[in-house]
């Protein structure tokens, strides 16, 4: 902590002595198991065929809308490193070992429910990430340039030839099916406890999770507007992940409506309420606006020397049969990878028939 932040009001509070006796984190664990019991009981749970767009629509409003409002409550106790290190260990041995163990059972009940309890790993893990990364900010100011570059970064690795979606795309990788956030998909076909399977109807990559819980906590670590933050978040990223599974298969120039990168709606809209908590210097403001304009500039020239380039078709997606892994993960559809919220099934978007 600098002495200059401290001066001007925007150095960090201390960890709380006791996170877990507080509301917000009792709160975030009621959350946290109500979606793990709802993921359990989705396979069990057959809706009419002339119903399942809409119930596809409302498990797309609950998985989107717990998890934000489960980091929100989570992050308004101020948590240590050691607390933080424990998140991330935890969560990622809790996902590790239950993903590996619902492969191998491929189908049943106890692979859906270890299946469910691995998606709770991955909040553990992304929120324990996001603490860590917070708590290594003295100035609430360096918030700024984080989030711009941190939204340019995620157009690049989005839309990007070189980017981490585009080569997922040509090589037909299923690592993002195996980490992601899943948005689970409601069946009209009869489960039994031997054949009952967790299907997706979309992905949400780990490090949406993760940045947003570093913004998260940063915001209660400096005392800034966490709660009017987290009100205008999740409807703006719930529209965001409609468009996402409305739009597949749309493009707007080079930009693909199925693959659209999150990580710009929350730096702009962490920015944009938050903003009178800044006290930017000249020197700051200054550096902050290089920083957007060299980025800017760096991302047209190099969707400009791609649109010069000879277009090249992307190798097949491997099938259903085809690709690793159990029934249970679904393959991304032929359109893309999205990092932000991969459609599992372009040609089942939510909403009625």
Not at 114 to 126: I, V
Request: proline content about 9%; charged content about 10%.
């Amino acid at each position: 902590m600098t002495s200059a932040a401290v001066a001007r009001g925007t150095a960090p509070k201390p960890a709380s002595a006791n996170p877990f006796q507080t509301k917000g984190a009792r709160d975030a664990g009621i959350l946290l198991l109500f979606m793990t019991v709802v993921r359990v009981l989705i396979p069990f749970v057959p809706v009419p065929m002339q119903f399942a767009g809409v119930a596809n629509v409302f498990a797309t409003f609950v998985f989107m809308i717990c998890p934000v409002v489960a980091l929100v409550r989570a992050a308004e106790p101020v948590w240590s490193r050691a607390y933080a290190w424990a998140f991330l260990l935890g969560g990622v041995a809790i996902q590790v070992g239950l993903t590996f163990a619902a492969f191998q059972l491929k189908a049943g009940a106890a692979s859906v429910v270890l299946s469910a309890l691995a998606q709770a790993g991955l909040m553990f893990w992304c929120f324990g990430v996001g603490a860590l990364l917070s708590s290594i900010l003295s100035d609430k100011n360096l918030l700024v340039p984080l989030a711009i570059f941190l939204a340019v970064f995620d157009i690049w690795l989005v839309f990007s030839p070189d980017g981490f979606v585009n080569q997922a795309q040509r090589s037909g990788s299923q690592v993002l099916a195996t980490v992601a956030y899943t948005l689970p998909k409601v069946e009209s076909a009869v489960a039994t406890v031997r054949t009952a399977q967790a299907t997706a109807q979309a992905y949400v990559g780990p490090a949406d999770l993760l940045f947003l819980s570093m913004f998260f906590t940063a915001l209660s670590r400096f005392g800034m507007r966490l709660a009017q933050t987290a009100r205008v978040m999740a409807p703006v990223l719930l529209g965001y992940l409609v468009i996402v599974l409305a739009f597949p298969t749309v493009s707007i120039g080079p930009i693909s409506l199925g693959a659209l990168p999150a990580l710009v709606p929350i730096g702009i809209v962490v920015l944009i309420v938050n903003w009178p908590e800044f006290r930017l210097t000249a020197d700051e403001k200054r550096s902050s606006l290089v920083l957007l304009i060299l980025a800017v500039g760096l991302l047209l020239w190099r969707f400009s020397v791609n649109a010069q380039a000879p277009p090249t078709a992307p190798s097949r997606l491997p099938s259903a049969q085809e690709r690793p892994g159990p029934p249970s993960t679904p393959a991304p559809g032929d359109p893309g990878l999205p990092k932000s919220a991969v459609p599992a099934d372009p040609k089942s978007t939510p909403g009625p028939r």
